[in-house]
């Protein structure tokens, strides 16, 4: 259980907030009760599930870079077997590019990559390799994820460590149907983040509606609101007309008044 005490958040500028990475809640199985961003006086419970082994990070909404990851222990590793001389050798990983990783600056692109780098291709193999001043003696370690400190899902078979320092490799296959996203980033440094480019299928073209199609019905809106001002005191915002409970099965529109 966490509470949010005396200068949490130093008059509401420090929300901490605990998730899976940067904006992620956790899983749905950590049962998580109470506000998910604490404030003075505010709770959180969560429980951790037996078998995750993922991040669980804590960090304040308004500024990422302070972040920090929680530690968990794990079960002990049972040793490995080692393989029987009748086990056929895997066989060798076709590499579709190699891109060598160096510098580590904090301009956009972050990183450089040798050769340059070209979108991804879906069902093709790549490789990273942690180069010449990769991390300027470990300040910016580079990370290949789906998000921040969150880890490409199973089908992308990756190959070699997670988290590149000089001299150490890793490979990814890009799956056939994947459409979501794919970032580098540096794990010291958060906002030294950019998505990789990832070439998909063209659409196919849009039937237009046929003439005989009716119109979708206009939406019924029970109550509008006028959302304005924005300050540090609760209730924060004002609403015009002044805020009323929701009812179950009404809509309600809102819309961004002056300030």
Not at 98 to 115: A, I, L, M, R
Not at 129 to 157: C, M
Not at 216 to 229: E, F, L, N, Q, T
Request: aromatic fraction near 14%.
């Amino acid at each position: 259980a966490f509470k949010g005490g005396e200068r949490t958040v130093e008059g509401g500028r420090h929300p901490f907030a605990i998730g899976a990475a940067l904006f992620v809640d956790l899983p749905p199985e950590f049962d998580q009760v109470g506000t998910s961003i604490l404030t003075l006086g505010e709770w959180t419970t969560i429980t951790i599930p037996e078998e995750y082994t993922g991040p669980i990070i804590y960090y304040c909404t308004a500024h990422t870079f302070m972040m920090k990851p929680f530690l968990l222990l794990l079960p002990p590793t049972p040793p490995q077997m080692p393989l029987s001389p009748a086990t056929p050798p895997s066989p060798p990983i076709r590499i579709d590019a190699k891109y060598w990783v160096s510098g580590g600056e904090f301009g956009d692109p972050y990183y450089t990559f040798n050769p340059p780098l070209q979108p991804f291709e879906p069902g093709k193999t790549y490789a990273f390799k942690g180069g010449e001043r990769t991390v300027e003696g470990g300040r910016h370690p580079f990370a290949i994820g789906a998000a921040l400190f969150v880890d490409l899902p199973p089908e992308f078979d990756q190959v070699g460590t997670s988290i590149l320092t000089l001299g150490e490799w890793t490979t990814i296959t890009i799956p056939e149907e994947y459409t979501g996203p794919i970032i580098y980033y540096c794990t010291a440094h958060t906002f030294m983040m950019k998505p990789f480019l990832l070439l998909l299928p063209p659409t196919p073209p849009q039937m237009p509606l046929s003439p005989a199609t009716p119109p979708s019905p206009p939406i019924r809106i029970d109550a509008k609101y006028w959302v304005s001002g924005g300050e540090f005191g609760d209730p924060y915002y004002t609403f015009n007309p002044p805020l009323q409970p929701f009812e179950p099965g009404k809509t309600y529109a809102f819309k961004g008044g002056e300030r």
